[in-house]
Every structure is written in C-alpha cells, then in structure tokens.
C-alpha cells in the first residue's frame, strides 16, 4: 500500500518571497511517479510538477522546483517569487506504475500581499 | 478545446435514492480517473478506466458504488441507496495516453449532499 503524507495543514507567505512544502511518502516499489497539484478556491485541480523516481535530478517548472530526496522518501515543493495567484490548497500526490493515484492531506498556502 | 466537464454540478438526494453523476472527458484523453473528495481531505482514489476497460476499482468502497464508461468516451458514477456518509465532491480526471506520467486534467466535480 501506498501513503502519502503532508504535515502542514497551513501555512502563510509574503507575496515574492519563498515557501517550501513538505510532503513525504512510503511504498516498496521502485517505479513511482510523484506530482504536485494546486487546487485554487474554484476547486478545479491542475499539474503544478511531476518526477520520475528514477530521475536524480529534481524536477523544474518556472518558479516552482522540488526537492526530491528518495532515501528518505520525501518530495518538497518550493515555491520562488510567490504570487497572490499561488494561494490555494496543494496537494502531493504518488503514483506507482499503472496503479491508482494516491494523494496527501493537502496543505492551505495563503500570499499574503 | 473544451476541458473535462462534469454534471450535475450540486446534487442533493435523500438517503437511500440512486444518483449517476455524469463525466464528459477532454476528447480523445485514454485513460479516466473517479475520486471521491470530502471536506477538508486530498482525493481518495475510486477507480479507472483506459478506454473502456475498468482497470482498477479497489477504491470503490461498496458494492454500491459502480463506474462505466461504455464506448470509451464519458463516464457515469452510480451510486445505489445514497448513504449521508456518501457527501462529496466527487472529481473526475482524464489523461491523454495510458502511461503513468501523464498529467491528469481535473472536472470542476459534483458536489453530492446526501440528507
């Protein structure tokens, strides 16, 4: 089985400043894929970032990059330059090979201008 | 062209009715997810289709629950005898090939309040 887990409920930033992420997993297999996706109030969910757990090198989208340490199984989404439009919920999400997607919690990012 | 689009948007039905509630994905996309996502929780996985195969309904939590998608293309949700447990937003997603990578595009989903 598969889990994923994000342990901040919430969390505030100031508008163009940085904010990290965090969010760990476990699974026993080695053929994942992991993804961040935004939920913004409207509530329609969109791709923020994904990795392929055999790649090394982190994954890079404009402002937002991840740091994916695989021993420890932890996949944080950093945020640069954080914009009024960044506020919503975000969610990380696992999946192995074929299988269903499993998502965390999710954490409540509010920018504050 | 158009996203993936779902109706009804809001449902309300009282305990024990029967519900479908209808995914229309973006055209062409293979592979089709249902989730079941309530109050203040991520998205809980209910099953899959790639084309027409149902591939994965481990998330399905009873036997009242159950998914089609007949030709490949839309999707309907049934749920028999409507429980209170069974409000939601229920979130349909669509993906352009089968693979695992591909990204998911979400529905707006289908608010489901069972009274």
């Known amino acids: 089985a598969q889990t994923v887990t994000q342990s901040q409920p919430e969390m505030s930033v100031q508008e163009a400043e940085t904010v990290t992420l965090s969010c760990t997993y476990d699974?026993?297999?080695?053929?994942?894929?992991l993804f961040w996706y935004k939920q913004p109030p409207s509530r329609q969910m969109i791709l923020v970032i994904r990795?392929?757990?055999?790649?090394?090198q982190n994954a890079t989208e404009n402002r937002f990059s991840v740091n994916f340490q695989k021993a420890a199984k932890s996949f944080s989404l950093k945020i640069s330059d954080s914009q009024l439009g960044d506020t919503a919920m975000y969610f990380c999400?696992?999946?192995?090979?074929?299988?269903?997607?499993?998502f965390g919690i999710g954490t409540k990012l509010q920018v504050i201008p | 062209g158009a996203g993936v689009s779902q109706s009804p948007r809001y449902k309300v039905a009282k305990r024990g009715q029967d519900v479908a509630l209808r995914c229309d994905p973006i055209?062409?996309?293979?592979?089709l997810f249902w989730y079941q996502q309530a109050l203040g929780q991520g998205p809980e996985f209910l099953t899959y289709?790639?084309?027409?195969?149902?591939?994965?309904k481990s998330g399905l939590p009873s036997d009242r629950f159950f998914a089609e998608r007949p030709e490949g293309s839309v999707s309907t949700l049934k749920i028999q005898r409507t429980q209170q447990e069974d409000s939601a937003v229920y979130l349909c997603?669509?993906?352009?090939?089968?693979?695992?990578?591909?990204?998911?595009?979400f529905g707006p989903g289908t608010r489901l309040t069972v009274t």
């Open positions: 289709f790639q084309n027409e195969a149902q591939l994965d």
């Open positions: 699974t026993s297999e080695s053929n994942y894929y």
């Open positions: 990795q392929e757990a055999y790649k090394q």
């Open positions: 997603a669509s993906t352009r090939g089968g693979g695992p990578l591909y990204e998911q595009y």
């Open positions: 999400a696992l999946r192995v090979g074929y299988q269903k997607v499993t």
């Open positions: 055209s062409g996309h293979v592979s």
